[in-house]
């Protein structure tokens, strides 16, 4: 469509971009409000199930009926499927609230869950019987807005033991809440095992690999992470030095360098870091930037080494392991069965007992 040639006010630009942030805005309530309807719609039909199986003595086969006639009255709707109302009944139980722990039953604070697509909520209930690990995992998928498939790999990489237990010295170097923040977003150990390497691999060759499998690897540093440039030079009175990996985070409002080491953590790494650290701060860092902070990713570590070093750095830094090759990751708990399970039980338990 051709624009029209027009003079125009002169606070034209400026309300048109007001215009455009408000109709985004209900564009985005729309589409929240639907998703709530759509969860509440599914826990009440989860509800009904449960309710009718519990004092009825409805069996599990009363679904596949209940599947069909919704299917033949409203055949324009997905979601009626066999499975999806197994599903239904299972968020009804498991929440009974619509609602994800955060913390610990005993603890204030809880996530919607019709903050969450239902595929979300679906993961959550099948992958996890931990209501507050649910909880907790849900909370950082709207935080975040993971995508589906991010919230299942962060569930089967076991992110909640990960996140937040690199070795640090932020409380003594960073003011609250940076400090704090800054230790959120490190994790130990690092999964690198997309790059399909092994544990004999150079620190060249596994710094070339994440920055040629970068979507990934920054999925794998977390939110908030912007990559600036790999072998990032610095010249400090005539002499060249190269940093691995400079990312800046948006959260933080720092840059944050990463050094690669293929070999146990060594104090003297933590010397070299500390330098790497006062460059940018002098050289790249902006005014309202706060403290650059420093990463070291080692193939090992002993913490008390570890510990010790960093204790006499000036500057902030972390110190994690990483791991190329890894065993398969323990399921989080095995004791939820399947949907096929459930419906295996049911028949056996409540068998003749559907209502005409």
């Known amino acids: ?24 805005g209900a564009r985005q309530k729309a589409i929240l409000s639907a998703n709530h309807e759509q969860i509440k719609l599914y826990h ?29 009255s409203f055949p324009d709707m997905k979601g009626f499927s066999v499975r999806n109302l197994h599903y239904m ?18 603890e204030i604070g809880q996530q919607t869950a019709d903050q969450l697509p239902w595929f979300h909520i679906v993961t959550l209930l099948t992958k996890i019987t931990d209501p507050a690990l ?4 849900a909370e950082q998928a709207v935080l975040q807005n993971w995508p589906r498939a ?13 996140q937040g237990s690199a070795i640090t010295n932020f409380e003594k170097r960073l003011q609250a809440p940076q400090a704090t923040l800054a230790k959120e977003i490190l994790k130990d150990p690092y999964h690198f095992d997309f790059l ?22 920054l999925l794998e540093l977390g939110a908030g992470f912007a990559f600036v440039g790999r ?35 060594k104090p003297d790494h933590a010397g070299q870091l500390n330098f790497y650290l006062a460059a940018v701060d002098a050289q790249i860092k902006a005014p309202d930037d706060k403290p650059t902070i420093g990463l070291l990713l ?45 419906e295996e039980e049911l028949s056996r338990d409540l068998e003749g007992k559907i209502p005409s």
């Open 298 to 342: 080692c193939k090992t570590k002993k913490r008390l080494v570890a510990e010790y070093a960093l204790s006499g750095i000036d500057k902030p830094m972390g110190v994690a392991e990483y791991q190329l090759v890894r065993a398969l990751p323990k399921p989080l708990d095995t004791n939820l069965p399947t949907i096929e399970e459930l």
């Open 231 to 265: 072998q990032f030079r610095l010249e400090v009175e005539g002499d060249e030095f190269f940093i691995d990996l400079l990312f800046y985070h948006t959260r933080l409002k720092c840059y944050v360098v990463v050094e690669l080491k293929a070999t146990p953590f």
């Open 89 to 106: 009944r299972l968020f009804a139980e498991q929440c009974p609230g619509m609602t994800f722990l955060q913390q610990s039953a005993a």
């Open 1 to 24: 469509m051709k624009k029209l040639s027009l003079t125009l006010p002169a606070d034209y630009a400026e309300w048109l971009g007001n215009l455009k942030q408000r109709i985004s």
């Open 150 to 162: 991010t919230l299942e790999v962060q569930i089967k990489n076991r992110l909640h033991v990960r």
């Open 44 to 72: 009440d039909i989860g509800r009904d199930i449960l309710e009718r199986q519990n004092s009825h003595g409805w069996g599990a086969k009363v679904i596949n009926r209940i599947s069909a006639d919704l299917q033949e």
């Open 196 to 217: 399909g390497l092994g544990d004999e691999a150079h620190e060249k060759d596994i710094e070339g690999a994440l920055t040629r499998h970068i979507t990934h690897f």
């Open 134 to 137: 649910r909880g907790w995992y």
